[in-house]
């Protein structure tokens, strides 16, 4: 490939993952991907994945093209941010497509993943003769859609572990916060006969300590962008937390309680596991591709412990809590930056 023709995929390529984010409220668990035609420097087409179940990317660009522009689809390039599919999913190959409308050029940003198209897409263009780039801005499609990769890679969902750290270190919670003073005595929780864990039902609905709306903004922001939440059966039975998103436009996330619970305790639609390869086993296998783990201490340090944990958000909070269970510990050497969501200030880790 020679320099300038470099220069300009990578430039069309930006304008791909440009369009690709305006999938990010809509595309999951389908990858967010853009599309852009060109032909003789002009883009006369342009589309994303904006809906899982609706047009692809490549659809939506060839869509877009005016009828006097369609000549130009002959000697036009495909600027796509992911492989175009080969399969019939809830839409039909996007590869057959591009070879149906005789583009004779194909600028891929990084291969799909997904067992079914895996360089199955690439094959078939060119196999029909198409000329096909791969690799253009790979790093930044491939991280635009790091949920994605992750669970097609791992065959696990991915992981995002979230706390609240009061400035003296211990952790936003009021159930361990009471069980750690004496108020833990006079909780009537009692182990139930078959040796589950009952739930409290007084605890209900109690506000975090240190949540200000700013801060719920934040968490539900969270929330909306993950397909699954997790919580350890203590909290459960102590907070009975609703973990729907409120504050923040989207879809509750399916709730998952990790430990014992009993049958009758367990809220409707939550869906309960033993222990944390089970769990990711079986949203594997319920297609859930992220997430989002919310306490308490003892869950979110075992999944630190056990490495299964692909990104963690601490909110710094500003208050102090004098006592409670101490924040979770991150693993030496992984790097931490400082980043700030709706003005509050978190840190950040990834776990590469
Ligand atoms: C593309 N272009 O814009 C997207 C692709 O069920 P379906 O038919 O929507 O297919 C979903 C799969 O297609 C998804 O897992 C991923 O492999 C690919 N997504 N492919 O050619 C697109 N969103
Ligand atoms: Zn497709």
């Avoid at 308490?296 to 909070?317: H, K, N």
Wanted: charged share 20%.
């Amino acid at each position: 490939m020679n320099k300038s023709k470099s220069t300009t995929d990578t430039f069309y390529m930006r304008r791909c993952l440009q369009l690709a984010r305006q999938g990010e409220n809509g595309a999951a668990p389908n990858p967010m991907v853009g599309a852009v035609i060109v032909s003789e420097g002009r883009i006369i087409g342009e589309g994303y994945h904006a809906h899982c179940g609706q047009a692809h990317a490549e659809v939506n660009a060839i869509n877009s093209v005016r009828p006097e522009d369609r000549p130009f689809l002959q000697e036009a390039t495909i600027y796509v941010s992911l492989e175009p599919c080969s399969h019939f999913g809830r839409t039909p190959p996007c590869a057959k497509l591009i070879i149906d409308c005789h583009i004779p050029r194909v600028v891929v940003g990084c291969e799909d993943p997904f067992a079914k198209v895996h360089g199955r897409g690439i094959q078939m263009l060119r196999d029909a003769g198409v000329e096909v780039v791969v690799g253009v801005l790979e790093e930044e499609c491939r991280a635009l859609n790091r949920k994605f990769f992750t669970f097609h890679t791992h065959r696990r969902p991915y992981i995002t572990l979230k706390w609240a750290r009061s400035k003296d270190g211990f952790l936003d919670s009021w159930r361990e916060a009471l069980l750690d003073a004496e108020a833990a005595d006079s909780l009537p929780s009692q182990p139930a006969e078959d040796g589950t864990e009952e739930v409290t039902p007084q605890a209900a609905q109690h506000p975090a300590l240190l949540s200000t709306p700013l801060t719920q903004m934040a968490v539900h922001h969270q929330r909306a962008r993950h397909q699954a939440i997790l919580v350890g059966h203590s909290t459960l039975r102590l907070d009975r937390p609703s973990l729907t998103v409120r504050a923040w436009d989207g879809s509750d996330p399916l709730p998952v309680v990790l430990g014992r619970v009993a049958e009758r305790e367990l809220p409707r639609g939550w869906q309960c596991f033993a222990d944390i390869e089970t769990m990711l086993d079986a949203l594997y296998r319920q297609n859930v591709q992220s997430l989002l783990v919310e306490g308490g201490a003892q869950t979110l340090q075992s999944f630190i412990d056990a490495g299964l944990w692909d990104e963690a958000w601490e909110e710094l909070s500003a208050t102090m809590l004098q006592s409670g269970v101490p924040a979770p510990r991150m693993p030496y050497g992984v790097e931490k930056e400082i980043v700030h969501k709706f003005g509050v200030p978190f840190s950040h880790w990834t776990n590469s």
